[in-house]
C-alpha cells in the first residue's frame, strides 16, 4: 500500500515562491511521480511529472521555467519548486505515484489517464 503525504501549500503573493513535499512510504524508487492541480470549477491539470531516476522530467506548458520537479530517493519524497508564481497557480495540488515507465505514463495521462495511487493535496493560494 503506497502512501503519499504532501505539504508546503500555502498563501503567497503573485511573484513568490513555494516549495511543495510529498512523502512516500513503500518503495519510492520503484515509481514515475508526478504533481497535478484542481482549481475551483476546473477539471484537474497534469502539471508535472519526474521518471524513477529523476533524469526525466515532463511540465505543463504553462508552468515551464517557473517549475521544478525533483526527488530524492533516499528520503522517498518528491519537490515542487515553485517560483514566479501568478493568481491562475492557485489550486490544491495533489501528488501522484505510479508503476508505469515515465514515457508510456505521460502519454497515457496527457490522454486523460490518472495514476496509481494520490495524496490528499495540499492548497496553494496566489494573491495578486
Known amino acids: 500500500q503506497v502512501q503519499l503525504v504532501e505539504s508546503g501549500g500555502g498563501l503567497v503573493q503573485a511573484g513568490g515562491s513555494l516549495r511543495l513535499s510529498c512523502a512516500q512510504s513503500g518503495t519510492f524508487g520503484q515509481y514515475t511521480m508526478g504533481w497535478f492541480r484542481q482549481a475551483p470549477g476546473k477539471e484537474r491539470e497534469f502539471v508535472t511529472a519526474?521518471?524513477?531516476?529523476?533524469?526525466?522530467?515532463y511540465y505543463l506548458d504553462s508552468v515551464k521555467g517557473r517549475f521544478t520537479i525533483s526527488r530524492d530517493n533516499a528520503e522517498n519524497t518528491v519537490y515542487l519548486q515553485m517560483n514566479n508564481l501568478k493568481p491562475e497557480d492557485t489550486a490544491v495540488y495533489y501528488c501522484a505515484a505510479d508503476s508505469r515507465g515515465f514515457s508510456f505514463l505521460v502519454a497515457q495521462v496527457e490522454g486523460g489517464a490518472g495514476m496509481d495511487y494520490w495524496g490528499k493535496g495540499t492548497l496553494v493560494t496566489v494573491s495578486s
Open positions: 519526474i521518471s524513477r531516476s529523476g533524469a526525466s522530467t
